[in-house]
């Protein structure tokens, strides 16, 4: 099966660059990747839980960092001579991540899970029994 578009969900995780580098494995030259960041909604509340810092500041700190994390993968790809689409997003991953799979028309979605993180666990989860296309999960 040669894979058009490759649906990538990139965040701070090392396995999410251990993701960026399987979709640059799976990628020929017609496949574009489609690297996305969510500004997770969940974690903008666990940020001003403490107190520290308020909604808009927990926001604007994740949204900066997700570009960061994009521009890299950005960068790596092609370097590397691949196709790459970066998009960020607000909500929830879980949600984006099919959606935008329909959207774009993605073959298969890509993303990494450390093994001792329930919340990326359960995100995966939902992945699996929400989006339409094949579903990968690096570790």
Known sequence: MKLKNILLYVDSSQES???LEAALD????????????VVNRQ??????????KSVAEAEVELEENGWCYLYNAE??????GHQIVIIQESGYPEEALPRLAQDYGADIILTGHSTGNSTTGSMVQQLIEHAACAVLVVK
């Open 43 to 52: 974690t903008v509340i666990q940020l001003t839980r403490s107190g520290e």
């Open 75 to 80: 960068e790596i790809a092609k370097s590397a």
């Open 26 to 37: 799976l990628s020929g030259p017609e496949t574009t990747i489609i690297a996305v960041n």
């Open 17 to 19: 660059q251990k993701a």
